[in-house]
């Protein structure tokens, strides 16, 4: 069974990442850096203060046509696949199995029996965030 799940990253999904990182950097002073992610994908961090705050996904037709913009929070699970399997258990659904991310973790989405979407994250011990209890708040 896995440890009780943590918040530890959030993320801005979204088809207009150029707006949403000016309104961030303006409403609350966030700064972004670019990240070149292994399929090719947008990413921006953002940090406030030189520490991480969350990220930025830009959302790319057809893979992800029909989402609408929104915010992810990722929480950390001990093992990805336990945690795949006690969610059909308890009734969820597996919206996007496990990948692995080089460097940062196994990512999985899944739908809980409200219809509600939450990410899970199983971190790499040697990603930057690894040992933080979450992301930080600002």
Known sequence: MNKPLRSWWHELNTWDP???????????????QDTDLPDGSQYWIATKDGAPVGGIFGLTEPEY?????HWMTYMTVDDIGQAEKATAYAGGEITRPSTQIPGVGKLAVVTDVSGALIGLIQPD?????????QAQAH
């Open 18 to 32: 150029e707006s949403a990182i000016e309104f961030y950097t303006r409403t609350l002073g966030w700064q972004f």
């Open 65 to 69: 046509n029909g989402i609408p913009s």
């Open 125 to 133: 011990p040697t990603h930057a965030l690894a040992d933080l209890p």
